[in-house]
């Protein structure tokens, strides 16, 4: 959804749109110049769980007085923040874990009272204000983020070990052992992707075998779910599957809060179907 924001609406009212692929992250300062006027990035990125460095990014950007915004949906504010790096931006998806319970649709956006009011002031005049009913769902929602994350870590973290050494699986993506999460997440957070042997066969069949895993494109709830990028969240972006890391046999998980030993049972049961 935002890189077609970006490409196709943004890019139809004049405004440049350079997409970096994480790979040349390292690349990042190169790219900047005197015209930039806003870097957008995620870390952990969808769906290959890489994490940027936002310290060292914030400060080159930062160099080039470049606004940052950062989309922290996936660590969640528990677990990474993102404005103690240098960003100047937060964003959430609060559809996902801020609600927690998929049942509204909603976003926010965090910084300093300047550029938020600025933001705000837009944002009256653009539309897209939430009704109080889900007001009153994200703040409930909110309540109970705290032990909700702690316990879908737990079983992610389980379920990484777990996968990796599972002789259907040839790949897991996780920032359990990733350096640049350990030093700017308390927690390697619930979202993980396995890469299956058998291809996009092994993918689709995994996808139609579970019982307890639900198979939808949003993430963050309560309750375990599946999606299939190159179908959902990167369909119709082919030509960046490459540079992004996604291919056919790619499956993304978002961990619940059921008990690990349920969530297992059913990928396992699922992988030799």
């Given at each position: 959804g935002?890189l ?6 943004l ?12 790979a040349?992250?390292?690349r ?15 870390s952990?990125?969808?769906?290959t769980l890489?994490?940027v ?8 950007a ?7 915004l950062?989309?922290?949906t ?5 677990l990474?923040?993102p404005l ?6 937060v ?9 927690g ?11 300093a ?6 933001c705000?002031?837009i944002?009256v005049l ?7 009913h889900a007001?009153?769902?994200?703040i ?7 032990i ?5 870590c ?6 990484a ?12 993506f ?5 350096p640049?999460?350990?030093k ?9 992707s ?11 069949k995994?996808?139609?075998s ?14 375990s ?26 499956v993304?998980?978002?961990v ?7 969530l ?6 699922a992988?030799?179907?």
């Amino acid at each position: 959804g935002t890189l077609k924001l970006l490409s196709e609406i943004l890019g139809n009212l004049g405004i440049n749109i350079t997409l970096l692929p994480f790979a040349a992250i390292s690349r990042f300062p190169e790219f900047i110049s005197p015209r930039t006027r806003l870097v957008v990035l995620e870390s952990p990125t969808n769906p290959t769980l890489r994490c940027v460095d936002l310290q060292s990014l914030c400060t080159h950007a930062h160099q080039h007085n470049t606004t940052i915004l950062v989309d922290n949906t996936f660590a969640t504010p528990i677990l990474q923040s993102p404005l103690a790096y240098g960003a100047d931006l937060v964003m959430h998806s609060a559809t996902k874990y801020l609600g927690g319970h998929s049942d509204l649709s909603a976003g926010a956006l965090c910084g300093a009272k300047p550029i938020i009011d600025r933001c705000r002031h837009i944002n009256v005049l653009t539309g897209g204000t939430l009704d109080p009913h889900a007001s009153f769902l994200l703040i409930r929602g909110m309540k109970t983020l705290a032990i909700r994350v702690e316990r879908v870590c737990d079983n992610a973290t389980r379920l990484a070990h777990a996968l990796a050494h599972h002789p259907a699986v040839a790949s897991v993506f996780y920032p359990g052992n990733d350096p640049v999460a350990e030093k700017q997440m308390k927690r390697p957070g619930a979202m993980l992707s396995i890469e299956l042997r058998g291809g996009a066969s092994a993918a689709e069949k995994l996808l139609t075998s579970t019982r307890l895993w639900t198979l939808a494109p949003s993430l963050g709830g309560v309750e375990s779910t599946l999606s299939y990028p190159v179908l959902a969240s990167h369909a119709g972006l082919e030509s960046q599957w490459e540079a992004l890391g996604i291919t056919p046999a790619l499956v993304r998980l978002s961990v619940g809060i059921e008990a690990y030993e349920d969530l297992l049972a059913d990928l396992e049961q699922a992988l030799v179907a």
